[in-house]
């Protein structure tokens, strides 16, 4: 028994002795304790080419980690913006497209004048789209969602109108996010965004989509239970630049609808304001409404209710009779 315990004690150092001369090492030039498998390669370049290495044989789970490595230690090399990229590409390889998103992202963030931004800015925008129609996007290959991803579709678009506003995707970015927002049915949001893209790119081919949803989304807006005036002159508003702006547009009968539609709304409002009055016996400020009508909506049904009550008025002599025109 004396025999086997100098033994057993001898095995045990050994065993506990391993891991350390292993798996960890002694930097002079730090004064800690490493591990060898979690430090970079010596050089950018060295370290680049083992993670591209890794890339080229599809490993890449290894491969991200390793691009990601050299851009941790690395973050001023002039291999850096490449690595960030790469790993965006590791990302949308393992499926993974919303921290494909986020890895670019940082770069157009920290590299913003790397020769990686336009490509950046060009796989931000696919992953949105993939969101936005609810797949999950490869570079070759796509794989269908249950449902799109909309409020990432949104985070996407966002940050490329933010970083990028003027580029290749900036008008195709801004009128997506109008796009999300109205399937989100936010539709002030959505109003703002494709009132920004008639505002700022007014040479986009993107213009009469934009004016037609923007006009779409305030009628939306004016059809919530609490009535909104504002929102209704904003609705005709666009609506009647869209028709003015893009007569050979596909969308004219509907937008002429929706405009009709507008101005019945409109007369109805000031059908109900002037019958309040009239109840009110307040006669004078009645008929202003019912003259309005008349004036601004004589296209609408309202019109000849209005001219109804104004004659109605005239002969019980609440007001006087309307001046015959010479």
């Not at 993974?96 to 963030?109: H, N, R």
């Amino acid at each position: 028994m004396r025999g086997r315990l100098p033994l057993f004690c001898l095995i045990l150092s050994l065993v506990a002795a391993t891991p350390v001369s292993a798996y960890w090492i002694w930097t002079p030039k730090t004064g800690k304790w490493v591990n060898p498998k979690t430090q970079p390669k010596d050089t950018p370049d060295e370290q680049f080419s083992y993670a591209n290495d890794l890339y080229e044989r599809r490993d890449y789970a290894r491969a991200v980690r390793e691009f990601l490595r050299l851009v941790r230690h690395y973050p001023k090399a002039s291999q850096a913006p490449d690595a960030q990229y790469f790993a965006g590409q590791c990302y949308e390889q393992l499926h993974q497209p919303y921290q494909a998103f986020l890895t670019y992202k940082k770069l157009l963030e920290t590299y913003p004048y790397s020769g990686r931004f336009k490509d950046a800015v060009a796989r931000s925008y696919v992953i949105g789209e993939g969101f936005f129609n609810g797949v999950k996007v490869r570079p070759i290959q796509q794989i269908p969602l249950a449902v799109p991803a909309l409020d990432k579709a949104a985070e996407v678009f966002e940050q490329i109108v933010s970083q990028a506003p003027y580029g290749e995707y900036g008008d195709k970015a801004q009128c997506k996010l109008g796009q999300t927002y109205r399937k989100l049915g936010q539709y002030g949001e959505a109003l703002k965004a494709f009132e920004k893209l008639v505002q700022e790119y007014k040479l986009s081919p993107l213009l009469e989509e934009a004016r037609y949803n923007a006009a779409y989304c305030a009628k939306q807006l004016s059809l919530k239970p609490a009535y909104d005036q504002e929102s209704t002159d904003q609705a005709i508003k666009w609506f009647e630049e869209f028709i003015d702006s893009h007569p050979g547009s596909e969308l004219l009968p509907e937008a002429q609808q929706s405009l009709q539609q507008l101005r019945g709304h409109k007369a109805e409002s000031s059908f109900k304001v002037a019958e309040f009055y009239a109840k009110q016996k307040k006669w004078a400020s009645a008929a202003f409404y019912y003259r309005r009508i008349v004036e601004h909506y004589a296209d609408t049904p309202w019109a000849a209710q209005a001219v109804a009550r104004l004659t109605a008025l005239e002969q019980a002599g609440h007001i006087p009779p309307a001046r015959a025109a010479s």
